[in-house]
């Protein structure tokens, strides 16, 4: 059956400070797991999934990211520029005139998810049922909740919750949960408005978090706990995480990798 929404959007536009000096000349979402973009992987999930139209926000340092997909015939790509980096938020709501009032979806690239069915798939699937925004949660540890968007909520089956409150970043001991926001969502066209209303929260730029938390308030949001690999990227660690893992799903190359590690015990 095809899908409910036409439109996605790639947030590409970041600094990459966590991987300097290599993002003074390499766009972060161009670093590779293994020989691949995370930005590619992100794309790929979205044409699984039956999108036709991808918004990459992009800063205007990023032309390696315009080379790479230039002649790319699979999927229509439209590159809309984000002047400054005021977050996640305001990268979402360069885009609003392209949207066009329609249901869209949202894929960062450095949450890399492996999983039998396109996470966001299923999310468009759920978006389908509710038709309302729906966004992406995964368990965490403590440690990681003061880094994350947190969600309190109330379970409606074993995969979907519906959302109370939102909270970016907060200290462990004001977290409603640890459920916390993973880079996937499929949004009502209203979430602009939310957006535009939105004041500088952490780390003083505008969090999406913060506007999901506003569209919970006055209509419905729900959450989808995701099965499958998920690896976050946008951290060096990550990244290489990511690329044992791929490499170990490959039976030839399992097996030298295994050897390399064995080796290093020595």
Same mark, same amino acid.
């Given at each position: 059956?095809?899908?409910?929404?036409?439109?996605?959007?790639?947030?590409?536009?970041?600094?990459?400070?966590?991987?300097?000096?290599?993002?003074?000349?390499?766009?972060?979402?161009?670093?590779?797991?293994?020989?691949?973009?995370?930005?590619? /992987?992100?794309?790929?999930?979205?044409?699984?999934?039956?999108?036709?139209?991808?918004?990459?926000?992009?800063?205007?340092?990023?032309?390696?990211?315009?080379?790479?997909?230039?002649?790319?015939? !699979?999927?229509?790509?439209?590159?809309?520029?984000?002047?400054?980096?005021?977050?996640?938020?305001?990268?979402?709501?360069?885009?609003?005139?392209?949207?066009?009032?329609?249901?869209?979806?949202?894929?960062?690239?450095?949450?890399?998810?492996?999983?039998?069915?396109?996470?966001?798939?299923?999310?468009?699937?759920?978006?389908?049922?509710?038709?309302?925004?729906?966004?992406?949660?995964?368990?965490?540890?403590?440690?990681?909740?003061? /880094?994350?968007?947190?969600?309190?909520?109330?379970?409606?089956?074993?995969?979907?919750?519906?959302?109370?409150?939102?909270?970016?970043?907060?200290?462990?001991?004001?977290?409603?949960?640890?459920?916390?926001?993973?880079?996937?969502?499929?949004?009502?066209? !209203?979430?602009?408005?939310?957006?535009?209303?939105?004041?500088?929260?952490?780390?003083?730029?505008?969090?999406?978090? !913060?506007?999901?938390?506003?569209?919970?308030?006055?209509?419905?949001?729900?959450?989808?706990?995701?099965?499958?690999?998920?690896?976050?990227?946008?951290?060096?660690?990550?990244?290489?995480?990511?690329?044992?893992?791929?490499?170990?799903?490959?039976?030839?190359?399992?097996?030298?990798?295994?050897?390399?590690?064995?080796?290093?015990?020595?």
């Amino acid at each position: 059956m095809p899908t409910t929404i036409k439109k996605a959007v790639i947030p590409a536009a970041g600094l990459g400070t966590r991987f300097l000096p290599v993002t003074k000349a390499v766009s972060k979402v161009m670093l590779p797991v293994l020989n691949t973009p995370t930005v590619e /992987f992100a794309l790929n999930e979205l044409i699984k999934s039956g999108l036709t139209k991808v918004a990459i926000v992009v800063s205007n340092q990023n032309t390696d990211i315009r080379r790479y997909f230039h002649g790319n015939n !699979d999927v229509q790509i439209e590159y809309i520029v984000q002047e400054s980096a005021d977050g996640l938020g305001d990268a979402i709501l360069q885009t609003k005139q392209w949207i066009n009032d329609e249901p869209f979806c949202v894929l960062l690239p450095d949450d890399l998810i492996f999983s039998n069915k396109p996470t966001i798939k299923t999310m468009i699937d759920i978006y389908s049922q509710f038709n309302s925004s729906v966004i992406a949660l995964k368990q965490v540890g403590n440690e990681m909740v003061p /880094f994350l968007g947190i969600v309190e909520s109330y379970q409606i089956d074993e995969s979907i919750d519906q959302i109370i409150k939102c909270v970016e970043k907060p200290r462990l001991e004001n977290a409603p949960s640890n459920q916390a926001i993973i880079g996937r969502y499929v949004f009502t066209p !209203d979430i602009f408005e939310y957006i535009e209303r939105t004041k500088k929260g952490a780390l003083g730029e505008i969090q999406i978090t !913060d506007a999901i938390n506003s569209q919970a308030d006055n209509g419905s949001v729900y959450g989808y706990k995701f099965s499958g690999m998920h690896f976050d990227t946008g951290n060096p660690l990550g990244l290489l995480k990511a690329s044992v893992y791929l490499t170990l799903q490959d039976q030839n190359e399992s097996v030298h990798l295994k050897e390399f590690i064995r080796s290093l015990k020595d």
